[in-house]
């Protein structure tokens, strides 16, 4: 079945730059998203790529896909002590269809001062 | 900015009660959705919502769940003769593209 797979922590120091990492087993997968979830909150969508894409930059942040290797990667800029959260990948095939999307485990991302 | 409600924010019912959880999602979302994630493991899909029926669901949403939207605004997942494995955060989320979520419900089962 689907898989998606992340580390679970990344420590950087503030102002250097965030890589989180995610992986994926479902070739079909058309739509792939990056999600924040801080601290007793819910599921923030940060930003999503479409499988045709290689690249999507938004402000401070950088999402790579490597279609051939199923490798997803976010980049937070000038990472910052707000950026402290959990960071969910997800895909799924239809993009706002009927079908869910399936979540890795999250990574948590700590910001050392 | 809209954004997707969920009431109660958290639930504790007794084993073999019955909860209704509640979701108000973005007034021009056409797409509704049910997902949970069990405290340290993944969010999982339970079902998606369309034009007043399911479109699809997870083989976590068993007869034990259903699903209702009673009027224009309300999104609700009944789950009946609750079990102390459903236990976990619920999260509502509704799309008319992107899948923007709810806050969450935290259910905690004795």
């Known amino acids: 079945g689907e898989d998606v797979e992340q580390s679970l922590f990344l420590s950087v120091r503030e102002g250097d730059s965030s890589v989180i990492n995610c992986t994926y087993t479902?070739?079909?997968?058309?739509?792939l998203y990056w999600y924040k979830q801080e601290p007793g909150a819910g599921l923030q969508l940060l930003t999503y790529?479409?499988?045709?894409?290689d690249m999507k930059q938004d402000q401070r942040l950088t999402v790579l896909l490597n279609k051939k290797d199923k490798h997803l990667s976010l980049r937070i800029a000038d990472t910052q002590t707000g950026d402290s959260a959990i960071y969910f990948c997800?895909?799924?095939?239809?993009?706002?269809?009927?079908?869910?999307?399936?979540f890795g485990k999250g990574t948590h991302l700590i910001i050392q001062p | 900015e809209p954004e997707v409600t969920q009431t109660p924010s958290h639930q504790v019912t007794q084993m073999g009660q019955e909860v209704i959880l509640r979701c108000v999602p973005i007034s021009n979302h056409l797409y509704f959705y049910w997902y949970r994630q069990i405290l340290g493991q993944k969010v999982e899909f339970l079902v998606s919502?369309?034009?007043?029926?399911?479109?699809?669901k997870s083989e976590i949403f068993d007869d034990q769940f259903s699903v209702e939207r009673p009027d224009g605004s309300n999104f609700t997942l009944k789950i009946r003769s609750t079990k102390l494995e459903d236990s976990a955060m619920y999260f509502c989320a509704s799309a008319q593209g992107e899948q923007y979520f709810g806050p969450g419900t935290r259910l905690t089962v004795t």
């Open positions: 919502f369309y034009n007043n029926e399911i479109s699809e």
């Open positions: 790529i479409f499988s045709n894409m």
């Open positions: 997800a895909e799924s095939y239809s993009g706002g269809g009927a079908d869910g999307l399936t």
């Open positions: 479902d070739s079909s997968s058309t739509y």
